[in-house]
Structures are given as C-alpha cells and as structure tokens.
C-alpha cells in the first residue's frame, strides 16, 4: 500500500514552492536539497486544504504559487534607510588575501614524470640495439660453428676412408 502523500511548503525568492511527498526526506530530494529545511525552520508541512489540491493532484511535482502580486512584494521591502540593519562585521578578518597556491611542486614532478619516460624510452632503445648486436653475434657464431663442424667432419671421413682402405691393403 502506498505511503500517505502530505503537502510541504519552502520559501525561493518570491514564491513559495510546494510538494506532495510521503515524506520530509522525500520533500527535501524534490526541491533538490540535502540540507534539513524543516529543522530550519524555513520548511513546513501544510493542511489548509485550498493550499494542498494541487499538489495533491500532481505528487512529486514542485509547484511554484508567488507570495503576492508584484506591488505587494514591493511594499512589504524595507524603506530606505528604515529598518535596516548594519551589515554585521565579520569577526576576524585575515591580515592579508590568501595567495594563490603556487604550482611549482606540481610542475616539478611533472617535469620529473616527463624526464623519467625519457629516460626509460632511451634505456629501452638501448636494449633493443644489444638484442639486436646479439642475434647477430649469436648467428655469426653459430655459422662458424657450423663450418668448422663440417670442415672437421670431412677431415674425420677422409681419414676414416684412408684407414679403412689402408686397413683393407693390408688384410690383403
């Protein structure tokens, strides 16, 4: 069963803005607030019938009602002078302006940062170039390998040839 809508009302500028919700939260969220109005005292709820059909009719829905016609709000302002108050003084005032915050530590790590990729890049350049010297040192040597290898292979069939056929005279 749905929650029972109640009517609440908060003063914005001139008008008096008024809602249907189950509930002071949910009143608060519609008029786009975090802040306890109520608690205020500058929100409440509403029962005079006239001031609660619509927005009754229309839940959820923030309905805009002006306090007065435009000659009444200007009437109900202060007069010049009268009755105004003094502006209160601030209780302490700082010496001097906070200066803006300095961006010197920011721009040294960046400068940091940058110097540190370049550095990487540079050492992983470098790295790539001795892969490479090595491959082909790597390759050089095995071909060398492999033509003293056979070089040595043919002189051990050659001499293997020459003993046999040495061995085969002699046999007779």
Known sequence: MPRKLKVYRTAIGFHDAYVAAPSQKAALAAWGTERD?????VAELVTDPRLTKEPL???GEIIRRSRGSATEQIAALPKAGAGRRKPKEPAELPSKATPKPSRADLEEAEAALSAMRLRHEKEDEA???KERDLTRERQKLQAQHEAESKRIQKTRDEAERAYRLALANWQG
């Open 57 to 59: 009719a229309r839940p």
């Open 127 to 129: 790295m790539a170039r």
């Open 37 to 41: 109005l109520f608690a205020r005292g």
